[in-house]
């Protein structure tokens, strides 16, 4: 999704608007460098029906992701309704220093920006704040934020999640009610019959599907091409490809067990690995939020491979926990001194999967959950260690910042899904407002 950027300088004739130019013409210059495309009209707006005037010139307002609106002085709330009536992406409220203390008071955009902030939440519409001048470290940050998560909600309008397969029976948290999805998120599913994909896929002549097996040799250590597993592996994920691009599809959610072992004879961890590592993102077991989850953790991470696995062990010598999977996981988040190596299904002893440690980093952990009372978010933070292996499969023990028994059974009060995203990045803070621009419960485990 394109980054356009609206940008609106607000300032009223009575203040010293030759102060108020200095303070646009700084902030158009750093508003360049961060938007792929900046739309303002060169000049401070003094009217709200200068406002409407420019506003009625620009062409796909729908396809702005953000509109900063600039209070370079004071201004009453007639400005941003104005503005809102016809534009409606989130607003970042920017308020500037004063210039100069003592005497006149010159710009007074500090109260342009509580005035702006006290309408846009009484009109119920998602704004943030940003105090600071442009050429200030913290603004820049703080500015760069909020555009990728205000482009993050636009991408989560446009996603598709391909369906493949129900769940597994009991496994009730990885459905979803399409139609709060839909309404909360903008998210869409595409469902597919896996039945129908295990006998289509087994007729593709071997030329369409040999390249799914290079592709996995270049990063994959051990593989057998000739292992009747892997092939059915690149049967199955090039049937997936074609329809991922007839569909657009942007993630997968695919029932993995048992059907792949009983029907096709093989294991499913490998079809979502390497979906994963080329920017499909794919959940097992069918968890759609599970993939949503690990989409908004790629987006967020401008691409990252997530990883999604169960909390299945705590040590508190550490204060750590482990998350493991049957075998899924991107080949890139292996760790260096072991590579992603090919191996069988711990339990059903079939392959191909993933048989890896992860490597070790700064991490952050998410979680989309869906409870009666509707969307939450989980956000918790912490630092992959460096330590062997821990379960066969795929695993990784993260020493978390909060404390680990603590953390464990306020997210078992709290009635978490047991499926946890994970991303090589603090995007903490991210999360924490793309909830908050949602209007959505985030729960947090994070050090101040």
């Known amino acids: 999704m394109s980054n356009k950027v609206l940008y ?42 200068e406002l ?14 953000t509109t900063i609106y600039q209070s370079v002085t004071f201004a009453d709330g007639e400005f941003v309704q104005t503005l809102i ?51 200030e470290a913290h603004v820049q940050q703080k500015m760069k934020k909020q555009l990728q998560v205000h482009r993050l909600i636009g991408e989560l309008k446009q996603l598709k999640i391909g369906v493949v397969g129900e769940y597994p029976p009991g496994f009730f948290f990885s459905g979803t009610d399409e139609d709060k999805l839909y309404q909360q998120m903008g998210v869409t599913v595409s469902r597919f019959d896996l039945q129908q994909a295990f006998e289509e896929c087994v007729k ?8 799914a097996i290079e592709r996995a ?3 994959v250590i051990g593989l057998n091409r000739n292992d009747e597993t892997v092939e059915r592996f690149a049967q199955f994920s090039t049937y997936v490809k074609e329809k991922i691009e007839e569909e657009h599809i942007s993630a997968l959610a695919i029932r993995c067990w048992p059907d792949f072992f009983n029907e096709l004879g093989a294991a499913a961890c490998s079809t979502l690995s390497q979906f994963t ?54 080949y890139s988040l292996a760790h260096p001194s072991q590579g992603a190596q090919s191996g069988v299904h711990p339990n059903r002893k079939l392959g191909f999967t993933m048989e890896f440690g992860l490597k070790p980093g700064r991490v952050t952990l998410f979680r989309v959950g869906y409870t009666p009372e509707g969307y939450r978010l989980l956000v918790m933070r912490g630092n992959a260690l460096d330590t062997p292996q821990r379960f066969n499969g795929t695993s990784v023990e993260v020493q978390l910042e909060t404390d680990v028994n603590k953390t464990l059974y306020q997210i078992m009060e709290e009635g978490f899904e047991p499926h946890y995203a994970l991303v090589y990045d ?9 909830g908050r621009q949602l209007g959505l419960e985030t729960i947090v485990f994070t050090r101040d």
Request: contains cysteine; negative net charge; hydrophobic residues 35%.
């Open 8 to 49: 609106i300088p607000i300032g009223r004739k009575t203040f010293d608007l030759k102060a108020g130019e200095e303070q646009r013409n700084n902030s158009v210059e750093f508003l360049e460098q961060i938007a792929d495309e900046l739309i303002e009209p060169g000049e401070i707006i003094t009217s709200p029906e």
């Open 52 to 65: 409407d005037g420019f506003l009625a010139d620009i062409d796909d307002r729908n396809e702005i992701v």
């Open 85 to 135: 009536e016809n534009v409606k992406a989130p607003v970042v409220v920017w308020s500037v220093r004063e210039p100069s203390i003592g005497g006149r008071l010159r710009l007074n955009s500090l109260t342009g920006g509580n005035s702006t902030s006290h309408v846009l939440r009484c009109m119920n519409h998602p704004f943030s704040f940003v105090f600071g001048n442009a050429d």
């Open 204 to 211: 593709l002549p071997r030329k369409k599907w040999e390249g």
């Open 217 to 219: 040799e270049r990063q």
């Open 277 to 330: 590592e080329d920017g499909v993102v794919s959940s097992c077991e069918s968890d759609i939020h599970g993939s949503i989850s690990m989409f908004i953790l790629q987006q967020l991470t401008d691409g990252s491979a997530p990883y999604l696995g169960d909390m299945v062990h705590v040590n508190e010598a550490s204060n750590s926990v482990v998350f493991w999977h049957c075998g899924a996981g991107a």
């Open 426 to 434: 603090d995007v903490a803070e991210e999360l924490v407002e793309l």
